[in-house]
C-alpha cells in the first residue's frame, strides 16, 4: 500500500525557515517524481514545486521561487521542502504527492505563518 | 507561469443529471491536463489524466475531453457521492498550475 506521510509542519514567525519532511513507503521511491501542493485554508489547491526521480529537474511555484528548496533523498525514500523567509501568505496546509499526475497524495502537514 | 481558468465557479445540478464543467489554459498545455475531485478534510483524488483517461478505480460516468486550451470534465448522472469540488491541473512543464476550482454542488 503506497503511504506517503508528511511531517515538520507548526507555527513560525514571519521570516523565519521551515523544513518539511515527507516519508514515502509502498513503491518504488526512485521510480517517481515527487510534488508538493499546499492549500490555504479555505482555498484552492497551489502546485509548490516538484522534483524527478533523480533531482535532475526541478521546478517552482512564481510565488515561493527563490525562498523554497525541494530535494529528496532516494536511499531513505524521503522528500523535503526547505522554506526560507516565509510569509503570512504562506500558511497552508502541505501535501506530498507522488507522480507525474499523483495518484497518490499524503494527508498533508499544515504550516502556520505568524507572529 | 500558464493560467488555468475554470467555469463556472459553482455549479447547481440535480442528482442523476449530467454536470459539465470547463477548464481553459492560457497557453496550449497538448493533452497534459489532469482533474481532480476533493471533499472536505480529504486529500484530492486524481479522476483523469492525459485529458481523457479515467484513473484506476474512477467510474465511468467520469469523462474528459480537450486539447490545446479547452478541456471538459462531464459526469454523466451525478451520484450524491460526486458532489465536491473539481480543480484542473497543466503538467505541460515543471511549472504546473492548478485552476481555481468548480464546486459542484446539490440543486
Known amino acids: 500500500e503506497v503511504q506517503l506521510v508528511e511531517s515538520g509542519g507548526g507555527l513560525v514567525q514571519p521570516g523565519r525557515s521551515l523544513r518539511l519532511s515527507c516519508a514515502a513507503s509502498?513503491?518504488?521511491?526512485?521510480?517517481?517524481?515527487m510534488h508538493w501542493v499546499r492549500q490555504a485554508p479555505g482555498k484552492g489547491l497551489e502546485w509548490v514545486s516538484g522534483?524527478?526521480?533523480?533531482?535532475?529537474?526541478?521546478g517552482y511555484a512564481d510565488s515561493v521561487k527563490g525562498r523554497f528548496t525541494i530535494s529528496r533523498d532516494n536511499a531513505k525514500n524521503s522528500l523535503y521542502l526547505q522554506m526560507n523567509s516565509l510569509r503570512a501568505e504562506d500558511t497552508a496546509l502541505y501535501y506530498c504527492a507522488k507522480g507525474e499526475v499523483s495518484q497518490h497524495w499524503g494527508q498533508g502537514t499544515l504550516v502556520t505563518v505568524s507572529s | 507561469e500558464i493560467v488555468m481558468t475554470q467555469s463556472p465557479a459553482t455549479l447547481s445540478v440535480s442528482p442523476g443529471e449530467r454536470a459539465t464543467l470547463s477548464c481553459r489554459a492560457s497557453?496550449?498545455?497538448?493533452?497534459?491536463l489532469a482533474w481532480y475531485q476533493q471533499k472536505p478534510g480529504q486529500a484530492p483524488r486524481l479522476l483523469i489524466y492525459g485529458a481523457s483517461t479515467r484513473a484506476t478505480g474512477i467510474p465511468a460516468r467520469f469523462s474528459g475531453s480537450g486539447s490545446g486550451t479547452e478541456f471538459t470534465l462531464t459526469i454523466s448522472s451525478l451520484q450524491s457521492e460526486d458532489f465536491a469540488v473539481y480543480y484542473c491541473?497543466?503538467?505541460?512543464?515543471?511549472?504546473?498550475?492548478f485552476g481555481q476550482g468548480t464546486k459542484l454542488e446539490i440543486k
Open positions: 497557453q496550449s498545455v497538448s493533452s497534459n
Open positions: 491541473q497543466q503538467y505541460n512543464n515543471w511549472s504546473r498550475t
Open positions: 522534483i524527478s526521480w533523480n533531482s535532475g529537474s526541478t
Open positions: 509502498g513503491f518504488t521511491f526512485d521510480d517517481y517524481a
